[in-house]
């Protein structure tokens, strides 16, 4: 768990992160050198979501390099899916990070959601439903390290 206590906003006591994979944790359906990483650093901290369409086919070969089991989500309607997803975690205690339009309900659900700027591009839609936007996934996987740089953020 990752608690957070954002001064003008509320206190945060997050359990779950949810990302995106294709254009967020992986590029052309190959992972972001470095995600890997982060993401096994923060297994002792947050319950692992990966949510994907598999665009590229490739998500088996993602799913065992980062020991995981997407979540495939069928074609069409994927951001009421996504959104969904959250709900179902409990929105409170959910980060969520995304680039793609079909990403933008589940930044709006969360209690934190983060659009990274990607290689792929960034929905206007998923901006403007983020709680934050950074430059790249490594950054947003950064911030859930070092917390204090979410609460400089975010507090009013």
Do not use: W
């Amino acid at each position: 768990m990752i608690e957070l206590e954002i001064p003008g906003r509320m206190r945060l006591e997050l359990h779950h992160l949810v990302c995106d994979v294709n254009g967020t944790l992986a590029l052309d359906g190959l992972l972001v050198e470095g995600v890997a990483r982060r993401l096994s650093l923060l297994r002792d901290r947050l319950a692992l979501h990966l949510l994907t369409a598999d665009t590229h086919g490739r998500q088996a070969e993602i799913d065992f390099q980062l020991n995981l089991q997407a979540v495939r989500i069928a074609p069409g309607g994927e951001s009421a899916r996504k959104a969904d997803y959250v709900r179902g975690l409990g929105p409170a205690s959910v980060v969520a990070i995304g680039q793609g339009s079909n990403d933008a309900g589940m930044l709006k659900e969360a209690a934190v959601g983060i659009c990274i700027l990607s290689p792929e591009g960034s929905a206007v839609q998923t901006l403007l439903s983020a709680d934050l936007v950074v430059p790249d996934i490594l950054t947003a996987l950064d911030l859930l390290q070092q917390p204090l740089r979410l609460v400089a953020s975010l507090r009013i």
